[in-house]
């Protein structure tokens, strides 16, 4: 349950970071709102996606390996 | 994927990977997206537009060049990683015994520190908005300024120290901001278009109209900036199919396609390449082309220009200072500066001129404000963490006694030292052109070592068969390739960025050769050996 907050938390910053240039864009808001909203989203980004976020990936299976 | 992600970490540095261990196609397009999402796209796209680069142009060649490379991992690198399931460097041991493994390792690493630097100086760009420091300019190859040193080896020094100490968290800190970077490099391009829109006053309501301000404001094409080549189409399609040529042509990726299940995964690097090489080269171009819309000669350059040159005198007044400025404006009163210091009329020191630069922390900030400047670090930091530490691989197999903990920490400082000097950033195209063209020959060597050598009557895996620690036919024919393709540069004039094409065929030609040659050599001192 809580990870399913966290997960939805996630999207929406991820939705706050995209969503203030395609305002911009419209001519919904300012520049400054856009950058205002978008360090939020981040912030919020940041803050909550490490608590769910699997860890690994096949990323580690490249850059771990020895020559 | 729990079982995935657990069999992952296993390393299989000195056997092929086995079935157990195999990962999913999601796996490879998540890291693919990632990887190549990286702080150097930020230097890369606005390169192109200092290039010159047309709208057209740019957006065929990325689509063309992209689908190359994708093309090039699934038919070349993947085929043999799925097969045999070893490391690269295992395979080229196999191939060119132990010594001469060593010498592709310094030349890889080497490589390496170069790219890191690259991505340590896109990264102190960053504290130049917050600090207000002097920044290096697009044709600067020394550091400028104290404040730039300081910047680049405070940055280097933070990502090399944590490099040496906590890989394995900045590579998970790498994947949780993934997501994040890709949705604020398309919001550079977006905020970009917008103020493209606003700043020329075009009305977009058709996709005529949006395409005539790409063609008309952002790509124009045209001259490239003062010290900066010309890209066409081709320039653009080569560039983009070679900028990982060492990852797929030059199969450094067998490293990561040995855990795939088939070979076709490769396609899940269309990921990295339509997101990081379409996507975010195309937003970064934006943000230096607006950069470059918004700047207007200076009160200096429209005195010089209507003083010395009959083109500008009866130019309104007006009109000059309105007017963007162009590649050829900076070149005319670039070239009028340059014959009043050979008459004598000023120093060289004296001279005003100076080309726009793309720095990717103002253009970063200017479009998305502090969330921006956060991207340029992040993106430069994520990925100049891996590649110190892969560096620091490459260096520890030379000297194997040494900690990883200190060949990493010199590894980053060597990186750092690299990153102070602007010249691998703002030179990154060329450099990017350089790095493939050193590392492509061994991966003819292994294409054809696997694929053609015993059909020719001839023994793969030569090292390992004959116990030899340095495989002449391997070694002349990575040399030899280098010494074409420098003189094919230099002497016929092919550019950096297409000599690789035909070097790749030198290489593979070279090697069957070679190996026909060295192998009845090395079997016949074999057989008097014997016989005496």
């Not at chain 2, 740019?58 to 992209?66: E, F, Q, Y």
């Not at chain 2, 060593?102 to 102190?124: I, Q, R």
């Not at chain 2, 094919?488 to 690789?500: Q, R, W």
Request: net charge neutral.
């Amino acid at each position: 349950m809580l990870r399913t907050l966290l997960q939805l938390l996630s999207w929406l910053a991820l939705l706050a970071t995209i969503l203030p240039p395609l305002l911009f864009l419209t001519g919904g808001i300012e520049l400054v709102q856009c950058h205002v909203s978008m360090l939020t989203a981040t912030f919020l980004w940041f803050v909550v996606t490490p608590c769910w976020m699997e860890r690994q990936s096949a990323q580690s299976a490249q850059t771990a390996e020895a020559p | 994927m729990v079982e995935e992600q657990a069999t992952a970490s296993e390393e299989f540095e000195r056997q092929p990977v086995p079935a157990r261990s195999l990962l999913g196609f999601k796996s490879f397009v998540g890291m693919y997206a990632g990887e190549h999402c990286a702080g150097t796209e930020l230097m890369i796209g606005p390169l192109f537009v200092a290039s010159g680069v047309s709208a057209v142009n740019l957006i065929v060649g990325l689509l063309l060049g992209n689908l190359l490379a994708v093309l090039s991992w699934m038919l070349l690198t993947a085929p043999i990683a799925t097969r045999a399931r070893l490391t690269l460097y295992f395979q080229l041991e196999q191939i060119c015994g132990r010594r001469l493994v060593t010498l592709y390792n310094l030349a890889n690493g080497v490589m390496f520190c170069f790219l890191a630097g690259a991505m340590v100086t896109v990264s102190a760009t960053a504290l130049g908005p917050i600090f207000r420091l002097q920044m290096p300019q697009l044709t600067d190859l020394y550091p400028n300024s104290l404040g730039w040193v300081v910047a680049a080896s405070v940055v280097g020094v933070a990502i090399s120290v944590v490099a040496a100490f906590g890989y394995q968290s900045v590579a998970r800190f790498a994947n949780i901001a993934s997501p994040w970077m890709v949705l604020v490099f398309l919001a550079f391009g977006i905020v970009a278009a917008k103020q493209f829109v606003d700043a020329s006053g075009a009305q977009i309501d058709s996709w005529d109209s949006a395409w005539n301000l790409a063609t008309t404001a952002i790509w124009k094409g045209g001259e490239p900036l003062p010290g900066q080549i010309k890209f066409t189409f081709w320039h653009v399609t080569f560039f983009a199919w070679f900028c990982n040529m060492a990852m797929h042509i030059g199969m450094s990726d067998l490293t990561v396609f040995r855990f795939a299940r088939k070979s076709h995964y490769a396609v899940a690097t269309g990921a990295g390449m339509y997101v990081g090489h379409f996507m975010a080269w195309i937003a970064a171009s934006m943000l230096f082309a607006y950069q470059l819309y918004e700047t207007r000669p200076s009160e200096y350059m429209i005195q010089l220009l209507r003083d010395h040159s009959s083109k500008y005198a009866d130019v309104d007044l007006g009109v000059l200072h309105n007017m963007p400025l162009s590649a050829d404006t900076l070149r005319d009163a670039m070239a009028i500066e340059e014959q009043l210091v050979q008459a004598g009329t000023i120093t060289a020191a004296q001279k005003q001129i100076s080309v726009p630069t793309p720095l990717p922390g103002e253009l970063a900030y200017n479009a998305c404000g502090i969330a921006g400047l956060l991207c340029v670090i992040i993106a430069g930091w994520t990925t100049a963490n891996p590649t110190i530490y892969r560096a620091g691989l490459a260096f520890q197999a030379i000297v194997p006694r040494t900690s990883r903990f200190a060949v990493t920490l010199f590894t980053g400082l060597l990186a750092t030292v690299a990153g102070i000097f602007p010249a691998i950033a703002m030179k990154l195209l060329d450099f990017v052109a350089i790095y493939g063209m050193i590392l492509m020959p061994m991966g003819a060597v292994i294409f054809v070592d696997f694929w053609l050598l015993r059909r020719l009557g001839l023994q793969s895996s030569y090292a390992a068969y004959s116990r030899t620690t340095f495989n002449w036919a391997a070694g002349l024919t990575w040399l030899l390739t280098l010494a074409m393709c420098v003189l094919m540069n230099k002497v016929v004039g092919i550019e950096i960025f297409f000599v690789s094409l035909p070097g790749w065929f030198i290489a593979a030609v070279l090697y069957i050769v070679l190996s026909k040659m060295y192998q009845k050599k090395v079997h016949a001192e074999a057989a008097v050996t014997a016989a005496s």
